[in-house]
C-alpha cells in the first residue's frame, strides 16, 4: 500500500533514446511533482501538477514533458536523451492544506550512456 | 542561486550524543520549513516543520528551531541513535502558485555506535 510509486527504480538507457517515469499516488491528494535530484544531490523543482493541470514548469528543458491522466497519476516522458539527464528523478505528491508535507516515491535512478 | 543552504556536508555524533544540523536561507518571503530524512535508494520522508509565527517545534527526539531575524534554522536530536544516520534535507515554502519546496543541499548525519 505503498503511498507514492515511481516505476521504473532504475533506468538504463542511451543517448538518444525516448523513455517515461511513470509515478502513482493513493493518498487522494490534488498537487503532484517531479523534483531531480543531480550529482551533487541537490533537490530541484521540475514540474507541479494539481488536479491535471500544469501549475509549475521550472527552466527544463522542452523534451521533458509531463503528462497527468488523472489526479493520481503524474508521468514524465523525456525524449532525445542526453548524458546530462543521468539523475535520480523523485515524484511526489500534496495534500490540500498549506502546511502539508510533500509525500515522495522512492526515486528512478536514470543512468544514459 | 541557491535559496536554501546547508553549509555542513557532513556531520559525525556518538550515539546518544545531540545532533544539531543546520539550514540558512535568503528568501524573506519563506513562512513554512521543514526537514526531510532521506536513507539510500529511498525517497526523502517528512520529519518535522516549523511555520514563520513559531520559534521552536518539537516531536519527540526532533527540535526545529527557528531564528527569523538570522534566517537560520536548526535540526536537534537528542538522543542521537545510530539509525538517525542518513542525508537531513531542509526545505522551505512561501505562498506561491504550487506551494513547491525549496530545498537544501543536505547533511549527511553519522551516529556512531
Known amino acids: 500500500d505503498t503511498a507514492v510509486s515511481q516505476t521504473p527504480k532504475y533506468l538504463v538507457t542511451q543517448m538518444g533514446n525516448d523513455k517515461s517515469i511513470k509515478c502513482e499516488q493513493n493518498l487522494g491528494h490534488d498537487t503532484m511533482y517531479w523534483y531531480k535530484q543531480d550529482s551533487k544531490k541537490f533537490l530541484k523543482i521540475m514540474f507541479s501538477?494539481?488536479?491535471?493541470?500544469?501549475?509549475i514548469n521550472e527552466t527544463v528543458p522542452n523534451r521533458f514533458s509531463p503528462k497527468s491522466p488523472d489526479k493520481a497519476h503524474l508521468n514524465l516522458h523525456i525524449n532525445s536523451l542526453e548524458l546530462g539527464d543521468s539523475a535520480v528523478y523523485f515524484c511526489a505528491s500534496m495534500g490540500g492544506y498549506y502546511n502539508s508535507p510533500l509525500h515522495f516515491g522512492n526515486g528512478t535512478r536514470l543512468t544514459v550512456t | 542561486d541557491q535559496q536554501v543552504k546547508q553549509n555542513s556536508p557532513s556531520l559525525s555524533v556518538q550515539e546518544g550524543r545531540i545532533s544539531i544540523l543546520n539550514c540558512d536561507y535568503t528568501n524573506s518571503m519563506f513562512d513554512y520549513f521543514l526537514w526531510y530524512k532521506k536513507y539510500p535508494a529511498e525517497g526523502p520522508t517528512f520529519l518535522i516543520s516549523i511555520s514563520s509565527i513559531k520559534d521552536k517545534n518539537e516531536d519527540g527526539r526532533f527540535t526545529v528551531f527557528l531564528n527569523k531575524s538570522a534566517k537560520h534554522l536548526s535540526l536537534h536530536i537528542v538522543p542521537s541513535q545510530p539509525g538517525d544516520s542518513a542525508v537531513y534535507f531542509c526545505?522551505?515554502?512561501?505562498?506561491?502558485?504550487?506551494?513547491?519546496?525549496?530545498f537544501g543541499g543536505g547533511t549527511r548525519l553519522m551516529v556512531k555506535p
Open positions: 501538477y494539481n488536479n491535471k493541470e500544469l501549475i
Open positions: 526545505a522551505a515554502r512561501y505562498n506561491n502558485a504550487g506551494n513547491m519546496l525549496t
